[in-house]
C-alpha cells in the first residue's frame, strides 16, 4: 500500500446495486427540497452534483457556494461531477469543503495523479471521469490511486440524453479487473440511465448509476430511485 492510499481508505463496492440521483434535473429554486426528496431508507445513496464551467463543456451550472449550502441541508454524501477545466486549482476545495467524492475528468488535466493525491489531502474521495470517446485502457494504472470510476454513457454537458451502449464495453473490462483485485473502485456510470438501460449497464458490472431525468422527472423521485435499484439488482 502507497502512502496515498495508506491516508485514504479505498471504497469497496457494495454488494446492492448504489443510486445517485443528479440533481441537475432538480429545481434549483428549491435545491435542499429536492435533495431531501431523494433520502430516507432505501433512498439515494449519493447525490451527484454536476458542476459545469461553461468552458470544459458547453453549459454553466453550479459551483463550490451551492455545494456548501447542500452539505448543510444533507447527510446524503455528495458525489460531485467536475466537468470544468482546471481541476488542479478547483477540485480539492470541494473535498476540504465536505463533498465525499469529488471527480474530475481526465480529459481536463495532464496530471490526474496530482490532482487525486490533492483531494484525498484534503479528505474526499477522488474520481475519474471519462467521456465516451476516450479509452479506459490507458488509464488502468493510474486507477490504483482513485476511488471511483466514473464512466460517461452521454457526452457531458446536459441531462435528458440517450444512453451510449458502447461505453458498456468499458464497464465490462473495468469489472473484471475490479473483480480480479487489481482495481479496487467503484464503477459508476453517467448519462442516460433509466428504466429502459439499466439493466445493461448492471449486467455489465456497474456498482453505481447517477439518473437525472428519470428520477427528478418522475411523478415520485424515491420511487423512482427504488425501482431503478431493484432492476439493476435483479441483474447484478
Ligand atoms: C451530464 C451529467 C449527468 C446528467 C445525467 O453531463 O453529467 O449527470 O445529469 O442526466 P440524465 O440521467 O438525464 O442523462
Ligand atoms: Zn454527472
New binding site residues.
Partial sequence: MNELTSRSPKLLPMSAPMIAP?I??ADFACLGDEVAVVGGEEGADWV?V?V?DNHF?P?LTLGLPVVQSLLGHTDIPLDC?L?IDDPARWAPPYAEAGAYNVTFHAEATDDPLAVAKDIHAAGGKAGLAIKPGTAFDPYIEILKSFDTLLI?S????????S?IADVLEKARAARRLVDSGELRLVIEI?????ADTIEQAAEAGVDCF??????YNADDPADAVRRLRALAAARQ
Fill in positions: 443528479s441537475l434535473s451527484h454536476d459545469m463543456v453549459n461531477h466537468m460517461m452521454v457526452e457531458p454537458g446536459f441531462g435528458g440524453q444512453f453517467d448519462g442516460g440511465i433509466n447517477v439518473a437525472g431525468s428519470a428520477v
